[in-house]
Structure formats: structure tokens, C-alpha cells
């Protein structure tokens, strides 16, 4: 993935009224594997993982790039939102071969069903908005998952085309900072 662009990388840490955005830190590598590793979590993703791969190839701090937040409730991870450049060869743009911020995320089932995602992502929504103004900000899920598409709508994403990907039909929409009119 291309690099965010020109940002002060760790940004401090995000505080909404539950959670704590912050980079990754060493304390959260075996939360990076259950995430990983979780048949729940990468139902729409892939499937998971193998643990035992996950223990061998993560690093000491994974995740530590900018674009990554770890979503940290009451000190402890439950999952992460990041925030990369979509690769232009892959399917679903704003623009024609852009490398527009392309928003995700993955918590822990414990944490699924609590706002979490909702909370974490809006923040994270928010600094890029402070830190990229204007620029759009897309999202893409499977069209299976009714529960991402439910949360990207509540985030103010608006579906902008469906296509197939990864052997599934893709559900692709556009978030922008801009104010709208209307």
C-alpha cells in the first residue's frame, strides 16, 4: 500500500468517549494474531489465518505503519482501523486510477454489537478529514456483509457501485469531509 502522504506519523493519541486510538504497541501483538486468526473476524476477509504462521511472521509491534490505529478500550486492544491508499490496478476509484484513503477496520468479537467500530472509525474519520481536508475517503466490503454496509451508511459513506472481487460481489462507497449541499 502506498503511504498516507505528507502527516506527522503517530499522530497523538485519539480519545472519544470510550476508546483510545493510538499506533500499535508490543503489548498488542497477540491481539493482532486473535484478530487475524478469528474465523468470526475474517468471515469477509479471506478466512483466517493459522496461528501458528501469524506467531512466526508478525513482527514485535505489528502494524506499525502509518495509517494503522489501534482501537484501545479500558488499556487493552479490541481491534483496528486503518487507513491506507486503495491500489490503483484493483477495481473501485472516485477518480480514474486515483489512490484515494481507503478506510477498514476489524474488532474482536467480544467487542462486536457495543458502538465500538462506529466510535473508532468516526474518529479516525475525523483526523484524516483534519489532516487531508477535502479528500474523499472510500470503503469496500462484500455485499454479504450487511452489518459492514450498515455501519459504513451510519458513518456517511453512500454506495457508488458494486462490483465483483475476491470471487464475491463488492459493495463500494465514497465518504468525503466536504460540506454538501442540499
Known sequence: MAELGPVVWPPAPLRTERLVLREPSGRDRAAFIDLLASSEVRTYLGGPRPRAELENVLPEVPGRRPGVFVADHDGAMIGIVTLDRRDAERPGHVFPGAGEAELSYMLLP?????????????????????????????????????????????????????????????????????????
Do not use: H, M
Not at 111 to 130: M, P
Not at 141 to 164: C, H, M, P, W, Y
Open 110 to 182: 467480544r467487542a462486536w454489537g457495543r458502538g465500538y467500530a462506529f466510535e473508532a472509525c468516526s474518529a479516525a474519520l475525523g483526523w484524516f478529514a483534519d489532516a487531508f481536508p477535502r479528500e474523499p475517503v472510500v470503503l469496500c466490503t462484500q455485499v454479504a456483509n450487511d452489518r459492514s454496509i450498515s455501519l459504513a451508511v451510519k458513518l456517511g459513506f453512500t454506495e457508488v457501485e458494486r462490483f465483483e472481487e475476491f470471487g464475491a460481489e463488492q459493495w463500494f462507497g465514497v465518504w468525503s469531509s466536504a460540506p454538501r449541499s442540499g
